[in-house]
T-cell receptor, first 117, second 116 residues
Framework: DGGITQSPKYLFRKEGQNVTLSCEQNLNHDAMYWYRQDPGQGLRLIYYSQIVNDFQKGDIAEGYSVSREKKESFPLTVTSAQKNPTAFYLC????????????????FGPGTRLTVL | AQSVAQPEDQVNVAEGNPLTVKCTYSVSGNPYLFWYVQYPNRGLQFLLKYITGDNLVKGSYGFEAEFNKSQTSFHLKKPSALVSDSALYFCAVRQTYGGATNKLIFGTGTLLAVQP
């Protein structure tokens, strides 16, 4: 998990509340990503950011929001509009693409497990 | 559409036996393929990748994967399984449309259970 930290490890939310998940990296990577993991569904992309002050929606962005004010940080807010937020959330980062598409694996944080009470 | 399929939800193997975790893909253009491993309540760890070159790719912890273009497969293999290899394994392919990004498309995962 080295170089990427996520906090908290466990988070409990009441229905109707917004919560923010933290993701910080010290790898000097430009790109950062948020995934949601549910049993049997693999990883689904929520949002991604290729550079500071820019981000794009992934496949399941509804009910989520992000910001990218600093290169090191990419917080994810789970809003009350997200109908079923209970899941394991993973943050990742990756370096710029090198020649021939090298250096393009993603590095993952340890995850945050969100439970709605 | 680009996709990755892991046809087996679970693979069971005895310790010391060879293991194979299957992955097939569908992409336009040349595929960039990855394998990751996830232990319980942890993030994903990178195992290996295929970009170009030799079809047999060697990675971490004694794992290797064989790229087969005609069968559009990228199966993960290990000659001798360990109990500690028990984990969830994900195959992924880099998305090749929508600009130059590192976006990955993941399979649904295969749970590997190695019995002592």
């Amino acid at each position: 998990d080295g170089g990427i930290t996520q906090s908290p490890k466990y988070l409990f939310r009441k229905e109707g509340q917004n919560v923010t998940l933290s993701c910080e990296q010290n790898l000097n990577h430009d790109a950062m990503y948020w995934y949601r993991q549910d049993p049997g569904q693999g990883l689904r992309l929520i949002y991604y950011s290729q550079i500071v002050n820019d981000f794009q929606k992934g496949d399941i962005a509804e009910g989520y929001s992000v910001s990218r004010e600093k290169k090191e940080s990419f917080p994810l807010t789970v809003t009350s509009a997200q109908k079923n937020p209970t899941a394991f959330y993973l943050c990742a980062s990756s370096p710029p693409l090198g020649p021939w598409g090298t250096n393009n694996e993603q590095f993952f944080g340890p995850g945050t497990r969100l439970t709605v009470l | 559409a680009q996709s990755v399929a892991q046809p087996e939800d679970q693979v069971n193997v005895a310790e010391g036996n060879p293991l194979t975790v299957k992955c097939t893909y569908s992409v336009s253009g040349n595929p960039y393929l990855f394998w990751y491993v996830q232990y319980p309540n942890r993030g994903l760890q990178f195992l290996l990748k295929y970009i170009t070159g030799d079809n047999l790719v060697k990675g971490s912890y004694g794992f290797e994967a064989e790229f087969n273009k005609s069968q559009t497969s990228f199966h993960l293999k290990k000659p001798s399984a360990l109990v500690s290899d028990s984990a969830l394994y994900f195959c992924a392919v880099r998305q090749t449309y929508g600009g130059a990004t590192n976006k990955l498309i993941f399979g649904t995962g295969t749970l590997l259970a190695v019995q002592p």
